[in-house]
């Protein structure tokens, strides 16, 4: 199989223009046209991993986490990153990352921590702004010559495209009708009217909300669909949030618990060896914000919703006076809060490749241990 066909299938549950500006998820190492029989997925790219996928004869590794996270000024033996790509691409091993990308997905990273704590009504906790835009159209109210209605199949290839979605709803469209003028000049083929007549013409104005990263899909399906010469179109950029899209998520127990139960939950579920959490409350806790990795940008944001605690990994010192706004804050590791999107990536890619061998890592990546 090639490279690229695995990226597309990637990049449809993690679209790319969904990573922070600071990271570097995407393929790192190798050919998107190379051809690969069996790819190994991981948390973390480490010599021992790069070992095991030569063993394996896996042509290419999956990690959540980039190899190569900033820029890389020589790659040399004497450098640790350097040494693991040079043994990669001896060995013809392709690198792909897709990291914060998966993170701001509601299918993603937290959707797998939520999941294991048995959380409901889960929602992006911190939605990303800037990621919806509007295109309008107008389409005329005819029948092609096959009798299909020239809106609704341009309407179809549009949700089709991507377009359309808000919230647990598809197919969503705002249509009204009016009344479109156009004189065709010189050198113009017209679907209705004759050419150098003003004509008027009863039309449909179309309304469909997309994500901005599918812009250039839709214009195509746009164009492929509408009967026009000339396709009359208009594209607006929204200040509303996607829902679907940002960091971190938040959701409730199904039954409220101590504070004391639920860190014994959390540890349990989410195999972790001990947990650092701030002072405890004595409340009940029933609303539970999550964000795997390092997530302590986001404590104002489960504050905001309401959350009576917030799971995350790499607090600081400083991070857990923000307790004292009364909210529980529960540090429960990096690789602990992270290590469960293997079995997202790999799961998500065996439905789509049933027949491929994707093989998840033997063995934990976590360079902390305890004692």
């Known amino acids: 199989m090639e490279i690229q066909q695995i990226i597309e299938v990637i990049e449809k549950l993690a679209p790319p223009a969904l990573q922070e500006n600071y990271d570097n998820a995407g393929l790192l190492v190798g050919d998107k046209n190379g051809k690969v029989n069996k790819a190994l997925i991981c948390l973390d790219v480490t010599e021992k991993v790069i070992d ?12 959540h986490h980039p190899l190569i996270f900033q820029g890389l000024k020589k790659i040399s033996q004497s450098d640790l990153i350097g040494k693991m790509v040079i043994k990669a691409i001896k060995n013809d091993i392709a690198i792909y990352a897709v990291h914060t990308n998966l993170d701001n997905v509601d299918s993603g990273v937290n959707k797998q921590i939520c999941e294991k704590l048995d959380l409901k009504n889960c929602r992006i906790l911190k939605p990303k ?6 295109l309008v159209t107008f389409c005329p109210d005819i029948k092609l010559a096959d009798g299909s209605y020239v809106p609704d199949v341009v309407r179809k290839a549009l949700f089709d495209a991507g ?3 808000i919230g647990n709803y598809d197919c969503c469209s705002y249509n009204v009708e009016g009344i479109g003028t156009f004189r065709g000049l010189e050198n113009t083929n017209q679907y209705i009217g004759k050419q150098f007549e003003i004509t008027d013409q009863k039309e449909i104005r179309m309304e469909i909300i997309f994500p901005a990263f599918m812009q250039q899909k839709m214009i195509t399906a746009l164009l492929e669909s509408h009967p026009y010469e000339e396709v009359a179109y208009d594209i607006y950029s929204l200040d509303n949030c ?12 199904t039954f409220e618990m101590d504070e004391n139960k639920f860190l014994e939950l959390v540890k349990e579920r989410l195999e972790v060896v001990f947990l650092r959490h701030s002072t405890l409350k004595g409340k009940k806790i029933n609303r539970v914000a999550v964000c795997g ?7 104002p944001d489960a504050l905001s919703v309401k959350a009576n605690v917030f799971i995350t990994a790499d607090l600081k010192y400083h991070d857990f006076f923000a307790a004292e706004s009364g909210i529980l804050l ?23 490749f049933p ?17």
């Not at 702004?129 to 509007?134: E, I, N, R, S, T």
């Not at 990795?293 to 404590?299: M, P, Q, Y």
């Open 293 to 299: 990795g390092a997530g302590s940008f986001l404590i």
């Open 129 to 134: 702004p800037g990621l919806l835009k509007k």
């Open 355 to 371: 027949n491929f061998a994707f093989q998840k890592i033997s063995f934990k990546t976590n360079p902390i241990n305890y004692l």
């Open 163 to 165: 377009g359309g979605w």
């Open 52 to 63: 095991e996928a030569i063993s394996l004869n896996a042509g290419l590794i999956i990690s």
């Open 330 to 352: 529960v540090d429960a590791g990096h690789f602990e809060t992270e290590q469960f999107t293997i079995n997202l990536l790999y799961e998500y890619l065996t439905k789509y």
């Open 242 to 253: 996607h829902p679907g899209y940002g960091a971190g998520m938040v959701g409730d127990l």
